[in-house]
């Protein structure tokens, strides 16, 4: 087993997804932040906006439960006192609903005293309005824009992959994540997630597993956020903690007693991801 000596790459790298877990706990934008993580999704070649009208029905937290529970992406869009551009905001996120099979376009009125606790969840109190967020088909916040910088196909990137969405939701859950990283034929595969399974049931946060193909096209582009582009003989592991960091990184049969430590660890950082931690705010180690 072979341990990377990674924590300075790491920290640039992985700060991705510390990013997006800065976003799902504390998406308050003092600035605002664009830097969504991309992702490859299937686009369907046509679609007809007017058949993608946003639900309005007083209750966005429970159309957004309902999407969860089939499995679908939502469009937030969120109006409040002030908002400027509305009919562009929804044109743009109906864009986005066209070109994205399973998903749905929701609005939301922050300033509804019945959406309260959403707007809390969400933490989407002082975000700029109109304000499009992107919720992932397992019901996690993955990232937004502003409608001045949004575009449908930004929007669309902002979707996770179906592998990153598993991360995320892992994240979002307070777990770490053993990320493997393997290909048909790697002899080492069996052993490195019996280890990780091993490891994830004395871990008291017990760490969640997401296994990844290299050639899976799907999440090429997530794993290149991650560093991962190609892989020679040996699996990858890559441990994410419960704040969002990379901690490590081993090439081949990692110890089960490495693995619980990396899940363990917490990364120091002086630095952020470019517009994580945004004004006035803590986090990404500060």
């Keep these: 087993m072979k341990k990377s000596k990674t924590n300075a790459l790491l920290s640039g790298k992985l700060s991705l997804i510390a990013l997006v877990f800065f976003m799902l706990s504390n998406i308050s934008f003092g600035s605002v932040r664009n830097n969504i993580n991309p992702a490859d999704k299937k686009i369907s070649n046509e679609f007809n ?12 937290s429970l159309d957004i439960d309902k999407a969860k529970k089939e499995g679908k992406a939502v469009f937030l ?15 743009m996120a109906k864009e986005a609903n ?15 005293k019945g959406n309260n606790s959403l707007v809390t969840k ?21 990232g937004g824009y502003p409608s001045t910088q949004a575009t449908s196909d930004l929007l669309v990137k902002a979707v996770p992959s179906p592998k990153q969405d598993e991360v995320l939701f892992a994240i ?33 946060s017990k760490p969640a597993i997401v296994e990844f193909d290299i050639n ?30 990379l901690t490590d990184k ?10 619980m430590g990396s899940a363990n660890k917490v990364i120091k950082s ?7 931690c945004g004004s006035g705010k803590k986090g990404c180690g500060k």
């Design 49 to 60: 906006i007017s058949l993608f009208n946003p639900i309005v029905t007083g209750n966005p």
């Design 77 to 91: 869009v969120i109006t409040g006192t002030g908002a400027a551009g509305l009919d562009k905001a929804i044109t």
């Design 98 to 112: 066209g070109k994205v099979s399973k998903s749905v376009l929701i609005q939301i009125n922050r300033d509804d």
């Design 122 to 142: 969400l933490g989407i109190a002082n975000v700029p309005v109109p304000f499009i967020m992107v919720i992932s088909h397992k019901g996690v916040a993955a």
């Design 172 to 204: 979002s859950e307070k777990k770490p994540v053993y990320i493997v990283v393997s290909k048909k034929g790697l002899t080492d595969k069996t052993t490195v997630l019996a280890n990780c399974k091993s490891a994830s049931t004395k871990v008291t």
């Design 216 to 245: 899976d096209s799907k999440e090429s582009a997530f794993l290149k956020q991650i560093g991962i582009t190609s892989i020679t003989d040996k699996t990858i592991t890559l441990v994410v903690n419960t704040a969002g960091q």
């Design 250 to 259: 081993y090439e081949g049969i990692a110890l089960e007693s490495a693995l």
């Design 270 to 276: 002086s630095g952020c991801a470019p517009g994580a």
